[in-house]
């Protein structure tokens, strides 16, 4: 199966659930691509005490998920991409969205 996640939450808990399914999905031996638009580009720096975000990204890119931040998003922040979450566009969100047999989003 072929996993989309569209995550446009910047809340910790939800974010590091979105994670955590896609390294379980990873797990099974399935592909998972992760779209960050919105307030879901501000994923790396949710992670608190109780949901460790930015671990749960590692692990999700170490398991060989992938990762895209939206550009126009990043701009909007005045924040750049990092190594994590390049910067990407609509058209890399529609070939997500063309080539998964699903789609969640948080």
Same mark, same amino acid.
């Given at each position: ?5 569209? !995550?446009?939450?910047?809340?910790? *808990? ?7 399914? #896609? ?5 099974? #031996? ?12 501000? +994923? @790396?720096?949710?992670?608190? *005490? ?8 590692? *692990?999700?890119?170490?398991? #060989? #998920? @992938?990762?895209?931040? +939206?550009?126009? +998003?990043? *701009?909007?922040?005045?924040? @750049?991409?990092?190594?994590? +979450? ?10 997500? !969205? ?9």
């Amino acid at each position: 199966m072929k996993l989309g996640m569209v !995550i446009y939450t910047a809340d910790p *808990e939800s974010a590091w659930n979105a994670f955590r399914l #896609g390294v379980f999905v990873l797990k099974k #031996g399935d592909q998972v691509k992760a779209f960050l638009v919105g307030k879901g580009v501000e +994923c @790396e720096g949710l992670t608190n *005490e109780q949901f460790k975000v930015n671990e749960q990204m590692q *692990e999700y890119i170490d398991n #060989g #998920g @992938e990762i895209f931040a +939206c550009g126009t +998003c990043l *701009e909007l922040r005045n924040t @750049e991409s990092t190594g994590m +979450c390049p910067v990407s566009t609509m058209q890399d969100l529609y070939e997500i !969205i063309s080539d998964s047999d699903k789609i969640l989003s948080f």
